[in-house]
């Protein structure tokens, strides 16, 4: 037994059986039927025998479901930064999260075409817990987090995931993606959360932080879609905070959202991979003593390149125009753009709900009005 078991994905000599056991899973049906429309069932199948690696399903059956995911939900991904980065280093990439799913996917995807090496990812336990998921997941090189321990065991849990991903970053030479917060941003104001800084600082055994926050080779992701498929989805719970309300789950809640988020049209995307955090670890440890106000220091230079480097679509300058019944960025978006805008506000939210209609509308418009105030500063 490995510390890490309970919260590894599979081996490669594990692959093989691990596919074996979901293959005739109706939801694998579905999932290969979109992937592959019109082939035979028994086709895939007899292939799934072949795949003895991680790499191989990824290569032969993943890469293939997130292209076909492209092709019917969205109007291309576009990228930059990622020629700036060593084909052969392992970097910990940390994202703005939007898609349960989709925001590593899609970086994976990136990394595979381009020839960089592919992540291990962090991922909530509370999204796998139907074992059709779970099996998939580390079947896609995800490890777990878990979710809802007492503070004694979430502080035992951080420790081993710190560790893991030490472990991949500095013995595997594998990269890992990590979200710079728990759970997804529903208002679109993309804040690195301390604790998981805090986490992945636990490994540092004897080092300064900022000594070993340099061998993580943290590199910043910015990613944004147009549309967010799940925007409608995000309104109840910020509508609970609203409220001052406790916002609890329907039953099937994180299911339909990441159904919602694969399927869901999201127009154009842009993925940015930021510079590595070096020289600014160097800045920070000649300039701060106190362990908090580093951690402080080192999340704002992780926001400050994802705001940024995130891209503003047009929807973003909509949004903002909608607000504040202006037009002051009416020459970042045409008159059709607009109109299509308005049409899915429509069809999402009720016009008589005023609250939600703006938490919609502040939800676009915060990546921009973050970045305003990153460019006045």
Do not use: C
Not at 253 to 264: A, Q
Not at 305 to 323: C, G, M, V
Request: no cysteine; aromatic share 8%; hydrophobic share 35%.
């Amino acid at each position: 037994m490995s510390k890490f078991d309970e919260i590894r994905y599979f081996h490669d000599h594990e692959v093989n059986e691990a596919l074996g056991s979901i293959a005739r899973d109706p939801m694998m049906k579905a999932l290969m039927n979109f992937t592959f429309p019109g082939v035979d069932e028994q086709v895939w199948l007899e292939q799934f025998k072949e795949v003895h690696s991680i790499s191989d399903f990824q290569h032969h059956f993943v890469a293939h479901t997130i292209r076909q995911i492209l092709a019917k939900s969205s109007e291309g991904l576009t990228t930059s930064g990622f020629d700036q980065l060593d084909k052969n280093t392992p970097y910990l990439f940390i994202s703005n999260h939007r898609d349960i799913v989709l925001d590593t996917s899609l970086l994976n995807l990136v990394l595979l075409e381009s020839g960089h090496i592919m992540t291990a990812s962090a991922i909530g336990d509370n999204l796998v817990k139907r074992n059709f998921l779970n099996v998939l997941a580390k079947l896609n090189r995800n490890f777990l987090v878990q979710r809802g321990l007492s503070l004694r065991e979430r502080l035992k849990s951080s420790q081993t995931m710190s560790e893991y991903i030490d472990q991949q970053l500095h013995h595997e030479n594998r990269s890992v993606w990590i979200a710079q917060r728990e759970g997804r941003t529903k208002n679109g104001n993309d804040a690195t959360q301390q604790g998981v800084l805090k986490m992945l600082a636990m490994a540092s055994g004897n080092q300064s932080l900022t000594d070993y926050f340099k061998t993580l080779k943290i590199v910043p992701i910015s990613i944004s879609y147009e549309y967010d498929p799940t925007d409608s989805l995000k309104m109840p719970q910020l509508l609970a905070q609203h409220r001052e309300e406790e916002y609890i789950k329907g039953k099937n809640e994180d299911f339909m959202t990441m159904l919602s988020g694969i399927l869901g049209q999201k127009k154009r995307i842009h993925i940015h991979a930021g510079d590595v955090i070096d020289k600014e670890l160097d800045d920070i440890a000649a300039n701060i003593d106190n362990k908090n106000k580093q951690l402080q220091a080192i999340a704002q230079v992780i926001d400050d390149s994802i705001i940024q480097n995130y891209k503003l679509w047009p929807t973003k300058y909509i949004a903002y125009d909608l607000i504040h019944n202006t037009d002051t960025y009416a020459s970042h978006y045409t008159e059709q753009e607009k109109q299509l805008f308005i049409r899915r506000l429509e069809m999402r939210i009720s016009s008589s709900d005023a609250i939600s209609k703006e938490y919609f509308l502040t939800m676009y418009a915060n990546p921009l009005i973050n970045k305003r105030k990153l460019e006045e500063n």
